[in-house]
């Protein structure tokens, strides 16, 4: 079972910047596609970011790109997804997902999620 635990939301102004994590559990976390999701206040989830298991392709969503990069540690069994510039419009609870397939995980449909960590942009 993979487990995955996602931290560093926070509060932070607009033009700001913070770094999320999402730690995996288990042996098998170079196995898997990686994407960050938010769902911000009375919005449906949408995709954010993915990497796939090596790390070496990278996909975003329009809203974010150039300003938000994901990266992977699979030493550390760790995703990231760093956010620079940020919007009030960024406000949401951000979500990480896993799914042996890259194409799963990009549409929503990945295999394991985590609880969330919300990020609050002040104006």
């Known amino acids: 079972q993979v487990q995955l635990v996602e931290s560093g939301g926070g509060l932070v102004q607009a033009g700001g910047s913070l770094r999320l994590s999402c730690a995996t559990s288990?042996?098998?976390?170079?196995?898997?596609?990686m994407a960050w999701f938010r769902q911000g206040p009375g919005k449906e989830r949408e995709f954010v970011a993915a990497v796939d298991w090596s790390g070496g392709s990278t996909y975003y969503a329009d809203s974010v790109k150039g300003r938000f990069t994901i990266s992977r540690d699979n030493a550390k069994n760790t995703v990231y997804l760093q956010m620079n510039s940020l919007k009030p419009e960024d406000t949401a609870v951000y979500y990480c997902a896993a799914d042996r397939l890259l194409n799963r995980v990009v549409q929503g449909m990945g295999e394991h999620w985590g609880q969330g960590t919300q990020v609050t942009v002040s104006s």
């Open positions: 288990g042996r098998t976390f170079r196995s898997y596609a």
